[in-house]
């Protein structure tokens, strides 16, 4: 009996055999996982896609064409980063250094010594780009108590194409008016760090006193431009990273606007 039944174990496991297609198995298939062919270009298109969005965001930015903002997007922060610290930037900073250069030197000067130029001080003549490398170039949202901290070192580097625009302007005649939105506190640093940077001689240093305080930029420039209009300057030129250090009222003939996709001052 147990023959028999051995052998009718052969005969089933041979008819079984028998049925299955050369591509079957007896024992589970391996999980295979196949990526799309197509996957890298899908990669690329995507970074692609994003280096546009930031550049047309930094576009509108320095079109003036954005609502409020406090920090930069997220997804922005490798490529602000590599903008401002790679040759781009470079680039763009000496190209309005540049056309404002040959701008003063097309201009008239009166003989009255009434000619002048307003330059801002951060991101336009003096560097603050070591604090904020340690800031995520923008990504955190603006803190006084540790900017300020950082002003008191004194030791923000020049923007060598303003400090040759600067000398330029100088040289040509013009009265060199500078005016921050640094508080009359930080003077004496303000000084110190301009000095040390290469920007000696100026005709005003105009900071923010206690009654300015809390004023937006725009306003507070504005009532600064009217003081010296009144005081009968004519503004033939204003350099700037802001466009609150710009527009509103007396405004100068020409005005030369930094790029600075880092941080916005209304």
Sequence with gaps: MGLLRFILFLFLFAVAFSLESPNSHLLPRPLIIQYPENIENQFKESVEEL???CTSWRFAVEANNLSPWKTIPPECGDFVKDYIMGRAYGIDIERVSKEAA???RSVELGEDGKDAWVFDVDETLLSNLPYYADHGYGLEVFDGVKFDKWVETATAPPIESSLKLYEEVLKLG?????????GEKQRGVTVENLINAGFRYWDKLVLRASEDDGKLATVYKSEKRNEMVEEGYRILGNSGDQWSDL???SMSTRSFK?????????
């Design 102 to 104: 040959d701008y003063a």
């Design 258 to 266: 930094l790029p600075n996709p880092m941080y916005y001052i209304p």
């Design 247 to 249: 527009l509103g009222s």
């Design 174 to 182: 013009f009265n060199v008016f500078l005016l921050t939105g640094r």
């Design 51 to 53: 280096q546009l969005q």
